[in-house]
């Protein structure tokens, strides 16, 4: 299946540091990635939908100069945390969405579709 | 506007059968996915469903109504591995994910 990465997979930061967050779709291109936020025990929120080559989508309630977003290729997306505080402390998750090649293409995924995860980042600030 | 709901706990005993379903309610349909996360991954892809009827995979097998706004996530010959949360998500006519809170279920020996 297709496969997402996410770096780090851990980080720990003191208040008022930036962290920067990468997502990469490993075999695949995604015109599409998403930014997630889960803090626990409490469903996936989306933060934002990030589109290569334009500006990202932001969800209400969403601060964009707090959450910097770029997808500078259609193989990564990054979320920088700017001056990050321990309430933003939570788990997040991006996602790329694989959209699959119309019938008669030479090569076709076999699938619909579909957002895949990356395995997320935990990050708390102290 | 656009929901999704999903019973929030649900406890099943080991080797038995359980169902969990799923209403939603879209702005436009583009396919419902179920997805699996245990407790601190990231969510993994299970089934997607666009067509009415039920797509078998194993022993997950997912149902679709679309004339109901309904579908249900069935396990077959559950395992203790199985115990996660089970994330309903309806996909808008923009292609976006409007997802449930998610169903935790338990196993039980």
């Known amino acids: 299946g297709a496969v997402v990465s996410q770096h780090p997979s851990r980080v720990i930061c003191k208040s008022g540091t930036s962290v920067k967050i990468e997502c990469r779709s490993l075999?695949?291109?995604?015109?599409?990635m998403f930014w997630y936020r889960q803090f626990p025990k409490q469903s996936l929120m989306l933060m934002a939908t990030s589109n290569e080559g334009s500006k990202a989508t932001y969800e209400q309630g969403v601060e964009k100069d707090k959450f910097l977003i770029n997808h500078a290729s259609l193989t990564l997306s990054t979320l920088t945390v700017t001056s990050a505080h321990p309430e933003d402390s939570s788990f997040y998750i991006c996602?790329?969405?694989?959209?699959?090649?119309?019938?008669?293409?030479?090569?076709?995924?076999?699938?619909?579709?579909?957002?895949?995860f990356g395995p997320g980042t935990r990050l708390t600030v102290l | 506007g656009q929901n999704i709901d999903q019973p929030t706990e649900m406890t099943a005993t080991e080797g038995a059968i359980v169902q969990i379903n799923c209403t939603y309610q879209?702005?436009?349909?583009?396919?419902l996915f179920w997805y699996q996360q245990h407790a601190g991954e990231a969510p993994t892809f299970l089934s997607y469903n666009v067509l009415d009827g039920l797509e078998e995979k194993g022993r997950f097998s997912s149902f679709l109504s679309r004339s109901k706004g309904y579908s249900y996530l069935l396990l077959k010959e559950l395992q203790m591995k199985d115990s996660a949360s089970y994330l309903c998500a309806a996909q808008d006519s923009n292609y976006q994910l409007i997802w449930g809170a998610g169903t935790k279920l338990i196993i039980k020996p």
């Open positions: 879209t702005s436009g349909f583009n396919g």
């Open positions: 075999d695949f291109q995604a015109t599409t």
């Open positions: 996602s790329a969405r694989l959209v699959p090649l119309p019938q008669g293409s030479s090569y076709t995924t076999g699938t619909t579709d579909t957002q895949y």
